[in-house]
């Protein structure tokens, strides 16, 4: 079993930064696919981010390239997920998620979260205008 708590969420004025932590417990995150999603109310979850275990370049939903970076610290069984210029529309509660493989049969498994075996309790994200 892997027990993932992130942490970092808040209130934070359009255009700012956040930075989210994922951190695990029970289980080393070394050789698992690690991603981040989140859901707005009234909305269904929504692919944000991932990283594989292989190094491989990380993956992110269109709405969030090029303003957030997905990293991990291995050594410190953590995933991070740097969120600059957020917008409102980046209103949300973020999950971690882990699965159990390294690297999906398809790439596109990666956005889905039924790929994802194990989730954390999810951080609030509120950005306003």
């Known amino acids: 079993q892997v027990q993932l708590v992130e942490s970092g969420g808040g209130l934070v004025q359009a255009g700012g930064s956040l930075r989210l932590s994922c951190v695990a417990t029970g289980r080393t995150i070394t050789a698992r696919s690690m991603g981040w999603f989140r859901q707005a109310p009234g909305k269904e979850r929504e692919f944000v981010a991932a990283t594989l275990r292989i190094g491989s370049d990380p993956y992110y939903g269109d709405s969030v390239k090029g303003r957030f970076t997905i990293s991990r610290d291995n050594a410190k069984n953590t995933v991070y997920l740097q969120m600059n210029d957020l917008k409102p529309g980046d209103t949300g509660i973020y999950y971690c998620?882990?699965?159990?493989?390294?690297?999906?049969?398809?790439?596109?498994?990666?956005?889905?979260?039924?790929?994802?075996?194990?989730w954390g309790q999810g951080t609030q994200v509120t950005v306003f205008s």
């Open positions: 998620a882990a699965s159990q493989s390294s690297a999906p049969a398809r790439t596109a498994n990666l956005y889905q979260g039924g790929w994802y075996d194990y």
